[in-house]
């Protein structure tokens, strides 16, 4: 048991660390990593749902009065109403100080934040994946349902750091920033499991997901502040 619980925690390093924070700027390298991401991402998501209720087991059985208490830090690190002020306040913090690359930034990191939150919020009623404190078992799923019973996948508090992580880590190129992203997102991860609300799958693939949107997004951004610069510079 605990040697599988071992190989899923590796599989959500893995996920964790396809946050873009270690880049290089050969294309080569760079062609690499994005090789080596198409096949680790399914790989990962592939074995933790295969032993998503062993995991779950695992889990239930490392309950303590201290990680109950780190869960209760942790959870609201994944919230709207943690991570939107906080946005909120970065974006008046470079307005204030005429800081536009910040404030820039700011911006594409919310944008970023909708986009994966949008996708989330869809798959969520679509998907219906029976949540694991229910019954147990993960392999239920009733599409189209309001019952929040039935809105495993994706996890909204992991779509919601992730995401942040992810515009943040993009646009930054910081080792040092994308590590303690890294940490924010595998500790949300631990913690929607730890409390029952999510598989590991769910946090696996739900960080994948947004990982992606969130990129996206940011280069889609990037494009778009750029266009009215580069007109400006032809006339």
Same mark, same amino acid.
């Given at each position: 048991?605990?040697?599988?619980?071992?190989?899923?925690?590796?599989?959500?390093?893995?996920?964790?660390?396809?946050?873009?924070?270690?880049?290089?700027?050969?294309?080569?390298?760079?062609?690499?990593?994005?090789?080596?991401?198409?096949?680790?991402?399914?790989?990962?998501?592939?074995?933790?749902?295969?032993?998503?209720?062993?995991?779950?087991?695992?889990?239930?059985?490392?309950?303590?009065?201290?990680?109950?208490?780190?869960?209760?830090?942790?959870?609201?690190l994944g919230t709207a109403r943690i991570l939107v002020p906080a946005m909120v306040i970065s974006f008046v913090g470079g307005a204030v100080a005429r800081d536009s690359a910040f404030e820039r930034g700011a911006l594409n990191t919310a944008a970023a934040y909708v986009a994966s939150d949008l996708v989330e919020s869809v798959?969520?009623?679509?998907?219906?994946?029976?949540?694991?404190? +229910?019954?147990?078992?993960?392999?239920?799923?009733?599409?189209? !349902?309001? %019952?929040?019973?039935?809105? =495993? &996948?994706? $996890?909204?508090?992991?779509?919601?750091?992730?995401?942040?992580?992810?515009?943040?880590?993009?646009?930054?190129?910081?080792?040092?920033?994308?590590?303690?992203?890294?940490?924010?997102?595998?500790?949300?991860?631990?913690?929607? +499991?730890?409390?029952?609300?999510?598989?590991?799958?769910?946090? !696996?693939? %739900?960080?994948?997901?947004? =990982? &992606?949107? $969130?990129?996206?997004?940011?280069?889609?951004?990037?494009?778009?502040?750029?266009?009215?610069?580069?007109?400006?510079?032809?006339?």
């Amino acid at each position: 048991m605990r040697s599988r619980i071992v190989l899923i925690a590796g599989c959500l390093g893995f996920i964790s660390n396809t946050l873009p924070g270690q880049k290089d700027s050969l294309t080569q390298a760079s062609n690499s990593v994005t090789f080596s991401r198409s096949w680790i991402v399914p790989t990962a998501v592939g074995i933790s749902v295969a032993f998503d209720e062993e995991a779950r087991e695992g889990a239930l059985a490392s309950h303590s009065r201290a990680l109950d208490r780190l869960a209760r830090v942790v959870n609201p690190l994944g919230t709207a109403r943690i991570l939107v002020p906080a946005m909120v306040i970065s974006f008046v913090g470079g307005a204030v100080a005429r800081d536009s690359a910040f404030e820039r930034g700011a911006l594409n990191t919310a944008a970023a934040y909708v986009a994966s939150d949008l996708v989330e919020s869809v798959l969520k009623p679509v998907i219906g994946r029976e949540r694991p404190h +229910v019954s147990g078992n993960s392999r239920r799923f009733h599409a189209f !349902t309001r %019952s929040g019973d039935w809105h =495993s &996948f994706p $996890s909204a508090h992991v779509s919601h750091i992730t995401s942040i992580v992810e515009g943040i880590s993009e646009q930054t190129h910081s080792t040092r920033i994308s590590a303690v992203g890294d940490l924010l997102v595998s500790l949300v991860d631990w913690d929607r +499991v730890y409390e029952d609300q999510h598989w590991v799958s769910d946090v !696996t693939a %739900s960080v994948a997901i947004s =990982s &992606f949107v $969130s990129r996206a997004t940011v280069r889609w951004m990037e494009a778009h502040w750029r266009r009215p610069d580069a007109r400006e510079s032809g006339t």
